[in-house]
T-cell receptor, first 115, second 115 residues
Framework: GNSVTQMEGPVTLSEEAFLTINCTYT??????LFWYVQYPGEGLQLLLK?????DKGSNKGFEATYRKETTSFHLEKGSVQVSDSAVYFC??????????????FGKGTHLIIQP | DAGVIQSPRHEVTEMGQEVTLRCKPI?????LFWYRQTMMRGLELLIY????????DSGMPEDRFSAKMPNASFSTLKIQPSEPRDSAVYFC?????????????FGEGSWLTVV
């Protein structure tokens, strides 16, 4: 079945450091890939997505490229800020003949940015 | 535009009591999802509906859990009787079904504690 594997952390970085959070997946067919972010006490918010191979999703300085050959969707940011501290979830779409049927999530990566 | 609205935000109840969580999806969305988040198991899809019809409830943990969607703008998740191991954050989410790249929007969650 479909699954997502991501580094669990916590990942602790200093402000302005470069960030990479690895995400790999197994899936049948051609899923769409997502990164969601969860700030303390809040729900999940879409950060970025990519719907086909070689697509790059980007938002708020974060980027991720859909790599079918390595089944990966790593999240990167060139210079992190304290306000980026949150839990980041990689996810892929579940899909049946009728359409998208929800998301399969990784375990989440807790990111802590120190000033 | 209002997002997904969940109630209650927080609930503390005693073991054996009935718990009802409520959700109003985004207007116009035709898919609704219930997820559960715990430290041990991460995010789990419990059940989802399409056009008010339950499509997949294989994630519902046991018969104590039930979910209904009587109309396009309202859903409930009920636990009866509740147990301490049901303590978790329960998220409702909605989307437009059809394209696997359609974003799924999450509510802010119902934080349940069973003592």
């Amino acid at each position: 079945g479909n699954s997502v594997t991501q580094m669990e952390g916590p990942v602790t970085l200093s402000e302005e450091a470069f960030l990479t959070i690895n995400c790999t997946y197994t899936a049948t067919g051609y899923p769409s890939l997502f990164w969601y972010v969860q700030y303390p006490g809040e729900g999940l918010q879409l950060l970025l997505k990519a719907t086909k191979a070689d697509d790059k999703g980007s938002n708020k300085g974060f980027e991720a490229t859909y790599r079918k050959e390595t089944t990966s969707f790593h999240l990167e940011k060139g210079s992190v800020q304290v306000s980026d501290s949150a839990v980041y979830f990689c996810a892929l779409s579940r899909y049946s003949g009728g359409g998208a049927d929800g998301l399969t999530f990784g375990k989440g990566t807790h990111l802590i940015i120190q000033p | 535009d209002a997002g997904v609205i969940q109630s209650p935000r927080h609930e503390v109840t005693e073991m054996g009591q009935e718990v009802t969580l409520r959700c109003k999806p985004i207007s116009g969305h035709n898919s609704l999802f219930w997820y559960r988040q715990t430290m041990m198991r991460g995010l789990e899809l419990l059940i989802y509906f399409n056009n008010n019809v339950p499509i997949d409830d294989s994630g519902m943990p046991e018969d104590r859990f039930s979910a209904k969607m009587p109309n396009a703008s309202f859903s409930t998740l009920k636990i009866q009787p509740s147990e301490p191991r049901d303590s978790a954050v329960y998220f409702c989410a909605s989307s437009l079904r059809g394209f696997s790249g359609n974003t799924i929007y999450f509510g802010e969650g119902s934080w349940l504690t069973v003592v």
